[in-house]
Structure formats: structure tokens, C-alpha cells
């Protein structure tokens, strides 16, 4: 091999293993902090009410954090950086089923979009979490729909209260349960990603770091 060619092959190996800052410490925090606090609250639903209406408080703080850092916040943390409109995730998820799929910097497509509905479920959880703990604040809404059924509302009252705080409770569990789903899909997602583009996403959260961009990447 010539000094010209190991030179090469030297500055391509380089290049494969250079790291770049993506994910800043504040981004990091929220993150493994919102997975910690959703197991805890999750787990703590039946029998540790306290327990979990802190963690319910936590969340919806967690949440408060990661709308504003969305807006002041380091480049890859900002909304305007990531968000994309309907046709290009559309695209984009089109582009994974052909295996063909461009590797983003930040967070791709699908990702952004999996990033939006898991904090608006997460919300939605956290605020008739809210409303349950207190029959006055349920009295406050609009008439709610009917999302139990009649029997069940006109029943023993079990629960947090009348029919009206019988569809919160209703709605805070199918929105829990909402949100096991989409956090298979993500973590599904995560591990699709990270195989087809060689790198471990879970660990450049826990570090900051990942590979630096190749042609073809988009930063």
C-alpha cells in the first residue's frame, strides 16, 4: 500500500468514527426523566395514588420543559429544526418500507412525529389526571360525551365520581394505554433506525454524540 492510499484510508476511517454533539444535556435529562417518571406513574395507578399523582405533576413539568427548550433550546432540540409537514413523514415512512430512507442528524420524519404524539398523549393523560383529583375542576368542562356505557354511569358511582368524572377516568386510561402503544412503536422504531444506519440511538441519547454526517446524510 502506497503512503498515498494508507493516507486515504486512514483520513476515511477517521471520518467513519468522528463524532458530532446532537443531543444537548438538557434534551438527555428530559428524556430518561419522562421514561422514568411514566414507569413510576404507571406502575404506582392502582395502589399508590399518591405516588402517582407526584409523578403526574412531574410529567406535566417535564412536559412545560421540553415545549419551551423546543423553542429556545439548542438547534436539535428546537421544533423548528425537526417538525415536518404531513407529505414528507408520508415520504419518508415510504422510503423505510423500500429500505431506502435517508439517515437524519436529528430526529427524522417518523421520529418528529412520534415525538409530537407522544407529549400530546402524555398531556392529555397528565390533564384529566389533573381533573380527577378534584370533582369541581370535571364540573368546570363543557358537557363531556358519553364514553362509558349508560349502565356503567348510572351504576354504584364506583370510581372517581358521577358520569362526568366516570368518562375523565375513562379518557385518562385509554390515553395511558395510548401511550404504551406508541412507546412499543417508538422503541420499535429506535431499533429499525439503529440497525439500518449502523449506530446505537439509545446510547447517542444517554452521550449526546453520533456519528458525524456522510454525503447523503441530512443535518
Not at 67 to 87: C, D, E, H, M, T
Not at 114 to 137: I, N, P, Q
Request: without cysteine; hydrophobic residues 45%; aromatic residues 8%.
Amino acid at each position: 500500500m502506497t503512503e498515498t492510499s494508507a493516507h486515504d484510508a486512514s483520513s476515511a476511517e477517521q471520518r467513519s468514527i468522528a463524532k458530532v454533539r446532537v443531543w444537548d444535556p438538557m434534551v438527555r435529562v428530559f428524556h430518561w426523566s419522562l421514561v422514568v417518571t411514566f414507569v413510576v406513574a404507571y406502575l404506582s395507578a392502582e395502589e399508590l395514588s399518591t405516588v402517582h399523582e407526584i409523578a403526574g405533576y412531574i410529567v406535566a413539568g417535564l412536559i412545560a420543559f421540553r415545549l419551551i427548550w423546543g423553542l429556545v433550546g439548542s438547534k436539535y432540540a428546537r421544533f423548528s429544526q425537526f417538525l415536518r409537514g404531513p407529505s414528507q413523514t408520508i415520504s419518508y415512512i415510504g422510503d423505510v418500507v423500500r429500505g431506502k430512507e435517508h439517515r437524519y442528524l436529528g430526529h427524522n420524519p417518523a421520529g418528529a412525529a412520534m415525538t409530537v404524539a407522544l407529549l400530546l398523549t402524555l398531556a392529555g393523560t397528565a390533564f384529566t389526571g389533573w381533573l380527577l383529583e378534584d370533582e369541581g375542576r370535571v364540573a368546570m368542562l363543557p358537557a363531556l360525551p358519553q364514553i362509558v356505557s349508560p349502565a356503567y354511569a348510572d351504576g354504584d358511582d364506583e370510581g372517581y365520581g358521577g358520569g362526568g368524572s366516570e368518562a375523565v377516568e375513562e379518557a385518562h386510561e385509554v390515553l395511558a394505554y395510548l401511550m404504551l402503544l406508541l412507546i412499543a412503536v417508538h422503541v420499535g422504531g429506535v431499533v429499525l433506525t439503529s440497525f439500518r444506519h449502523k449506530e446505537n440511538l439509545a446510547r447517542s441519547m444517554v452521550t449526546g454524540d453520533k456519528r458525524a454526517p456522510s454525503p447523503g446524510d441530512i443535518s
